[in-house]
């Protein structure tokens, strides 16, 4: 498999703001800072004693974007996370602009909305639709959803992931209960495969990046990704359907 070209890589300058720096330019705490580089949002800084560090704009950067793309668009840290990692193993500086351009063409169905989500409070959905508050939790922990504050201080989740939790109750409605062993961490197989999916995604917009305009490149992920989608649902169903086949094969010999 080809790899994307890299430009020549800049110089960046020299790590200089102690942690009380980086946590004024930033507004997040000590505690925060160490969490993200804990998760692999961060790198580390740059050791200077046993417990101490300088840390550079790169890390002034990433953490106002993890800040932006939590409180602004309400992104789980997961789902944060395997983007960047994504974007950084894929893309230069450069191919990134060019991206840019092509999204802002993209239809209505994949292009990011413009300002703050909508929020929808999570206690009377949790109501509504019979669940269970610690669901959610576990939800926001495999990055499926974000939960978030409201200025009034309640819990609140995106108006777009209402989905998710509806599609839960729907699973729960269909017999998938906690009384025969099934629960949301059962979901972190697809939520892995996914994630993986948008690895090599990224991967091969990288390969191509160079190659076509940002007007075409946007056409193509308008067209192609409800096709890949296509796929994965009519492939799924094959499999099931080829194991139920096998089965009852099986009974009969």
Partial sequence: MSTPRKAGKRAEPAPRYKMKELTALTGVTRPVVHFYIQQGLLPAGEKTGRNTALYGDEH??????IRRLQEERFLPLKAIKAVLDAERDAFTPAQRSTLVEAMQRLGDSLKPAVGAPAAVPVDGLIEELGLDRADLARFDALGVLALAKDNRGRTVVRQEDVWVLQFWAELRDAGFTPELGFGTDDLTIYVEAIEQFIRYEAGWLGRIVDRVPPAKLAQMVDR??????????????????????????????
Avoid: C, M, N, Y
């Fill in 60 to 65: 002034v950067q990433r953490i106002r974007l």
């Fill in 224 to 253: 192609g990704v409800p096709l890949i989608h296509s796929f994965l649902t009519r492939h799924h169903e094959s499999k099931v359907r080829a194991f139920i086949t096998t089965l009852d094969a099986r009974r009969s010999t």
